[in-house]
């Protein structure tokens, strides 16, 4: 006899995706309709932030539902801990199977995914039925398949041609002169893949259980290599200009500005600027676009795959990235920087017991997602988090959630509110940003607003003090 009916939980993350790049916020020369008709039926909020900007630590994060400085996990050489119960295994024992499709980064510094993608460690996460995949460099920079992507592109006669133009890519340093086309077909790319792996487990999960499927894809990360026939589309895009400046004559260029967002910002931070022209830069945010809109058309029919079987009305869908991309703004590409377009990320959700046609502006953290999949599950709160469950949000029941948020990796910690943002940088440098007057981040008046800086100071150090 099947059990009685709890929600199936479908998440969908895909990797680096920036909080302003869909078009129900905005973005009008970027199509996502799937996205956004899945926010028309749910909550889509506005101040989700990252609790680290970086692959691994955000997704141990996640995982675990605490922050992952407390498991000093600051940067992508790390793994989940062995004594940390993963919220997979917490839904598992609670009866549900669990599936995963795509990316994990749990274990990072280990390379080698398992031919089918259920090498023995997965299954101790509390995955039942899991497709691990390897990242988009973690596949091409290999000189054999480590995962199974891999072993299925060397099937196809694809390995080689693949691996040979991300070697190319590499060596030209994967943004300047690397953001061409993809080798691979349409259908042969990995976002494909994933998302034909995704449906396909849906298509044969039985329903005798609830399940939760996690499915993550390894787009828009860079290289921003999306296949021609979506590529095409974005050519000619009139994509917005990068965020330019600092202290010193700030705001958005559409020009090649020599400064580049090195004014104001500490030595660390500019030693990561890329040097290219307007243009050079538009052609990296059509390349993003088109990736974006092919995780569109998967997500698409990853739910279409479950209307197909009749579980839509039983089904919570999330879909969230792990962190965003700088894509030109100060000068900077990819993340590990504490400024917005790094650190926010998109979050929706919809499904049963989910208000649809509405937009939050209220602060959540990426691991909060952790207890409010739980608590949607029927689940107790398990004690001792550092995740707030914001299923009250998606109810309607309240309209607000955390007072600020924290981010942090080895080079600096941060504490931001709706209006400020206090960054302490691992140089001693402080970063002071007035979000409601510089929504871009060009001016920091830590030196002018002291008494601001002391106040935000003060709860860093409360976010950030784990006893023992």
Not at 81 to 105: E, F, M, N, S
Not at 178 to 204: C, K, M, Q
Not at 378 to 399: H, K, M, N, V, Y
Not at 411 to 425: G, I, M, P, Q, S
């Amino acid at each position: 006899m099947a059990e009685s009916k709890r929600p199936n939980l479908l998440f969908i993350m895909d990797d680096q995706h920036r909080h302003d790049y869909l078009s129900a916020a905005g973005a009008s020369f970027l199509n996502t309709p799937n996205l956004d008709l899945l926010a028309s039926r749910g909550v889509r909020f506005t101040q989700c932030i990252t609790n680290a900007p970086v692959c691994a630590p955000a997704r141990i994060g996640l995982a675990s539902g605490y922050q992952p400085a407390r498991l000093g996990c600051l940067d992508n050489n790390c793994y989940l801990p062995r004594h940390i119960t993963p919220y997979y295994a917490r839904l598992r024992d609670a009866g549900y199977r669990v599936g995963c499709a795509g990316k994990l980064d749990l274990a990072k510094p280990d390379p080698y995914n398992g031919r089918r993608g259920d090498r023995p460690r997965v299954f101790g996460w509390g995955f039942t039925q899991p497709v691990e995949c390897e990242g988009k460099m973690h596949a091409g920079m290999a000189d054999e398949p480590r995962g199974p992507y891999g072993f299925w592109l060397e099937e196809q006669g694809l390995f080689e041609a693949f691996r040979a133009d991300y070697a190319d890519r590499g060596a030209r340093g994967w943004i300047e002169g690397a953001s061409h086309d993809s080798v691979l077909p349409t259908e042969a790319f990995e976002d494909v893949y994933i998302g034909r792996r995704a449906a396909e487990w849906i298509d044969e999960v039985p329903d005798d259980y609830p399940w939760h499927l996690f499915v993550s894809f390894v787009g828009p990360h860079d290289p921003f290599d999306p296949p021609t026939e979506y590529a095409d589309r974005y050519r000619d895009a009139n994509v917005p200009p990068a965020v330019r400046g600092g202290r010193v004559g700030g705001g958005r260029d559409d020009g090649d500005s020599e400064d580049h967002g090195r004014a104001g910002k500490p030595d660390w931070v500019n030693a990561r600027r890329r040097d290219l022209s307007a243009e050079e830069i538009a052609v990296t945010r059509r390349q993003y676009s088109a990736a974006i809109e092919l995780i569109d058309d998967q997500v698409g029919w990853i739910i279409e795959s479950v209307e197909r079987r009749g579980m839509g009305e039983d089904t919570v869908v999330v879909f969230a990235s792990d962190h965003g991309e700088m894509l030109g703004d100060h000068g900077l590409y990819t993340k590990s920087v504490p400024y917005e377009a790094a650190l926010r990320v998109p979050l929706i959700a919809a499904g049963p017991g989910i208000p649809g046609g509405r937009t939050s502006d209220a602060l959540v953290e990426l691991i909060d997602v952790n207890p409010t999949l739980c608590a949607l599950a029927g689940l107790p709160a398990q004690e001792g988090l550092d995740a707030i469950d914001f299923s009250p949000l998606l109810a309607g029941e309240r309209t607000t959630h955390r007072e600020e948020a924290a981010s942090a990796l080895r080079e600096f910690r941060l504490v931001r509110t709706a209006e400020r943002k206090l960054v302490a940088h691992h140089t001693g440098e402080v970063e002071l940003f007035d979000l409601e007057s510089d929504p871009d981040e060009l001016e920091n008046v830590a030196d002018e607003r002291p008494e601001e800086v002391a106040a935000l100071r003060r709860r860093l150090r409360r976010r950030f003090h784990f006893p023992p």
